[in-house]
């Protein structure tokens, strides 16, 4: 792995904002050494015409086009190779992955959560939040193990939920927070592992 370029593979199902913030802060120079090359998709959606109009390499691996998650994500796990990835961000990316691709990148795979895990794992982690009429809830960046929303915490932080706003407003304000902290995070888990 170069110390000076990490190679990223953006994961994403949905509409791909976070990759849209992490793509936005490589061009800033707020990613560190870090240099998105991939985007991968598992459903044809917003992000995979995002990335194909930028003319980052984006692919669409469906896992229905495969036998089993194995080699669905040993397909992945190729493309990977293809383009010497050092690194991958889950943004958005609506699957868990399976110990071939945890174990092939561990302690490399970066997922971030609309949530202050281990509060709300899993999907509509705002809505559950809304929902519960907690005080705050937040964002967390983590590390990426074979369990849902379970790896090692790298970063997290608090949005508070205002009384009498609408879940509208708090999602924002929620995506407001991933959209700085995920690059943040990025950056700063590269430079410790530049330096590890």
Not at 64 to 88: F, G, N
Request: glycine share 8%.
């Amino acid at each position: 792995m170069s110390h000076e370029n990490f190679r990223l593979a953006l994961f994403a199902s949905g509409n791909g904002t976070n990759a849209q913030a992490i793509y936005k802060a490589r061009q800033d120079g707020r990613l560190g050494p870090i240099s998105p090359q991939v985007l991968i998709c598992d459903k044809d959606c917003p992000a995979l015409r995002w990335g194909q109009d930028l003319g980052l390499a984006s692919y669409l691996v469906k896992p229905r086009d495969y036998p089993d998650r194995k080699s669905h994500e040993q397909a992945i796990l190729d493309l990977l190779q293809d383009h010497t990835i050092d690194l991958i961000a889950l943004a958005g990316y609506m699957r868990l992955l399976t110990p071939l691709l945890v174990g092939a990148y561990e302690g490399r795979i970066l997922n971030i959560h609309p949530a202050l895990l281990p509060e709300f794992p899993g999907t509509e982690a705002i809505e559950r939040a809304y929902e519960a009429r907690v005080p705050f809830s937040g964002v967390t960046v983590h590390l990426v193990d074979e369990g849902m929303d379970s790896g090692p915490i790298l970063a997290q932080k608090k949005v508070d939920l205002v009384p009498g706003q609408s879940l509208d407003d708090f999602a924002a304000a929620i995506h407001r927070v991933e959209h700085q902290l995920y690059p943040a995070t990025l950056a700063s888990y590269a430079q410790k592992l530049a330096q590890a």
